[in-house]
């Protein structure tokens, strides 16, 4: 399957867009005239004792983060999604361009990198985002 990988230098966030006519990579298809973003967030920590499953601060799939995805201009919010018990997240997006801001780590939050989305009318962009902690 054809796509395109791009990746930040810190390796925090993952963005995968995938080449299909009217279809998502997972077989769903997009609404006609939009494009899908989909992703998962998943949470890079400590390991947690077995049959312990609480994120964070355990790493794994991180359920109920939300996220926020603006227009080009960085401030006004075009959508707003959370991510179900898998972490996995989904947001129907009219074609254009979109930032999803990327934290540096949760003990600096302050520091947040523009991340540019482009949507594309019948494509899906997948858009995974890992918050690491940098504690292991």
Request: glycine share 12%; net charge positive.
């Amino acid at each position: 399957m054809p796509f395109l990988k791009r990746s930040l230098a810190s390796g925090i966030i993952s963005l995968y867009l995938c080449i299909f006519p009217t279809m998502g990579c997972s077989g769903q298809t997009t609404q006609s005239g939009y494009g899908q973003l989909t992703g998962t967030v998943t949470f890079a920590g400590v390991d947690c004792p077995p049959g312990r499953i609480q994120v964070p601060p355990c790493s794994g799939p991180y359920p109920d983060h939300e996220i926020n995805i603006y227009k080009d201009d960085g401030r006004t919010v075009a959508a707003k999604t959370i991510s179900d018990k898998d972490g996995m997240f989904a947001a129907v997006l009219q074609p254009g361009s979109y930032v999803i801001y990327a934290f540096g780590s949760v003990s600096n939050p302050n520091i947040k990198t523009p991340q540019i989305i482009i949507m594309e009318s019948g494509k899906t962009v997948i858009f995974n985002i890992r918050i690491d902690t940098g504690i292991r």
